[in-house]
């Protein structure tokens, strides 16, 4: 099962990419979560970590895609399921990008997790992709970056 969730926003590809991988500053914008790691670099088969705001439980994660004009893809393995977080974005003919965070909850148990995680984590996501997009402007105006 699917969540999907866009947003379109004025920012620069640069500062979307440098929001995106700096993963410990991901719990600034992602409720869900209170810390997040990174074992290695920005790459392709590098694992993380993220603990939950509830429970405070980790969930491990791996960098699967990285496709610097599309976007990025990691998997969650659950137990009898997996979760798959895409992140993309779109350059738009008025310049702005469409910013896209989608979780696919897949698997024998996927059903459960999306009931459980995917339902409340997508009724806060707008707002959260909302305050992810004002950190990546904060980033553009720091740095002088270009939209």
């Known amino acids: 099962m699917?969540?999907?969730?866009?947003?379109?926003?004025?920012?620069?590809?640069?500062?979307?990419?440098?929001?995106?991988?700096?993963?410990?500053?991901?719990?600034?914008?992602?409720?869900?979560?209170?810390?997040?790691k990174l074992e290695g670099p920005f790459a392709v088969g590098v694992s993380g970590g993220m603990k939950s705001a509830k429970g405070g439980v980790w969930s491990k994660f791996r960098i699967v895609g990285i496709d610097k004009a599309k976007g990025y893809s990691c998997i969650v393995p659950l137990p009898g399921g997996?979760?798959?977080f895409n992140r993309s974005f779109e350059k738009l003919n008025t310049g702005a990008l469409r910013i896209t965070h989608e979780l696919d909850f897949t698997g024998l148990l996927g059903w459960l997790?999306?009931?459980?995680?995917?339902?409340?984590?997508?009724?806060i996501y707008p707002?959260?992709?909302?305050?992810?997009?004002?950190?990546?402007?904060?980033?553009?105006?720091?740095?002088?970056?270009p939209s």
């Open 2 to 36: 699917k969540f999907i969730n866009s947003t379109i926003a004025e920012v620069s590809t640069e500062a979307l990419w440098q929001a995106w991988a700096d993963v410990p500053s991901w719990p600034q914008w992602d409720r869900e979560i209170v810390e997040a």
């Open 113 to 123: 997790y999306a009931f459980i995680i995917g339902r409340p984590t997508n009724k």
């Open 82 to 84: 997996r979760l798959t």
């Open 127 to 145: 707002e959260m992709l909302q305050t992810f997009v004002e950190l990546v402007q904060e980033r553009d105006r720091k740095d002088g970056l």
